[in-house]
């Protein structure tokens, strides 16, 4: 929000500042947060840069979830509409609409997850993060979380500073109703529908039932996340086997050319001990045409 100064008619975004802090590199953050805290001291704005100066130092995860608020948002909303859907058609489905399509919406949000965990990766990848399932795995929880939050303004989207966390089960404690109690208005509603005349009194949804259908979500929840990383380790996995290979292939030729080059010196030595030979027999050939030319030459005595 704007703030003025007493003795200034200058004007500064609160808000706008904070934020800035949040949308450059994470190497960054301190050096900028230095910078502005100085800038606004500067222009007389204290408390503004007092309050700044406390701002946190995102997480890693955090940092890549606030990236694709700022630098996807497309992704980021789709995102938050796809867990708000997907949530609707769950307390739907408790609350008796055998026409909600939970299948589909849960497919869909985890279609919007994996499609922001794609856009921090490819982030982390330009700033050099180093992805790794240390990285990885934080930042698709947080989203997963994001996504079962939906739009809700408790959160501070694009300035988080550690991981998100779950909302847990506690948005389905309003849904189990006391015994004799009417049942409840819908919230949500999946397809607008005409009301007929004389529409049917829907039971109170059976608590254990409820609870049973929650324990489910989650273990399928867990288990579509586990799934996922099960596929992460097998390409890590097929991706080492390859490097494997590979390695034992160029040891294989390396042993190949090191045979050759062992027969190439033993030939080279076979060939220049035939040569020694060789030469010492001409010597010897030589000596003795000496010799016979010495003779030749010697007059005899008369």
Do not use: C
Request: charged share 25%; no cysteine; aromatic share 2%.
């Amino acid at each position: 929000m704007p703030t003025r100064t007493a003795d200034e008619g200058a004007m500064v975004d609160t808000s706008a500042a904070l934020a800035s802090l949040y949308q450059g590199p994470l190497a960054e953050f301190i050096t900028r947060r230095r910078a502005v805290v100085s800038q606004l001291k500067a222009s007389g704005h204290k408390d503004v840069a007092a309050r700044l100066a406390t701002a946190a130092k995102p997480s890693r995860a955090a940092h890549l979830v606030n990236q694709v608020f700022w630098r996807a948002r497309p992704a980021y909303d789709a995102l938050l509409d796809a867990g708000m859907a997907a949530r609707a058609a769950q307390q739907a489905r408790l609350l008796g609409d055998g026409d909600a399509d939970l299948s589909l919406t849960l497919r869909l949000r985890d279609q919007a997850v994996q499609a922001a965990v794609d856009e921090a990766l490819s982030m982390a990848s330009s700033e050099a993060m180093g992805i790794g399932e240390s990285l990885a795995g934080p930042v698709r929880a947080s989203f997963e979380a994001l996504a079962a939050h939906g739009r809700d303004g408790r959160l501070a989207h694009g300035q988080l500073v550690e991981e998100v966390p779950l909302p847990g089960l506690q948005a389905l404690a309003g849904l189990v109703l006391p015994a004799g109690a009417p049942p409840p208005a819908r919230r949500f509603e999946i397809v607008a529908r005409q009301a007929t005349p004389e529409p049917a009194v829907p039971r109170a949804p059976d608590p254990q039932r409820l609870a049973a259908e929650a324990r489910l979500s989650d273990a399928q929840e867990r288990e579509a996340l586990a799934r996922e990383r099960r596929v992460e380790l097998e390409r890590a996995l097929e991706a080492a086997s390859g490097e494997l290979n590979d390695a034992e292939r160029e040891f294989e030729a390396a042993r190949a050319r090191l045979a050759s080059a062992t027969q190439a010196v033993e030939a080279g030595r076979t060939a220049l001990d035939a040569a020694a030979r060789e030469a010492e027999r001409r010597q010897e050939a030589l000596a003795a045409a000496a010799a016979a030319v010495a003779a030749f030459d010697t007059p005899s005595n008369p």
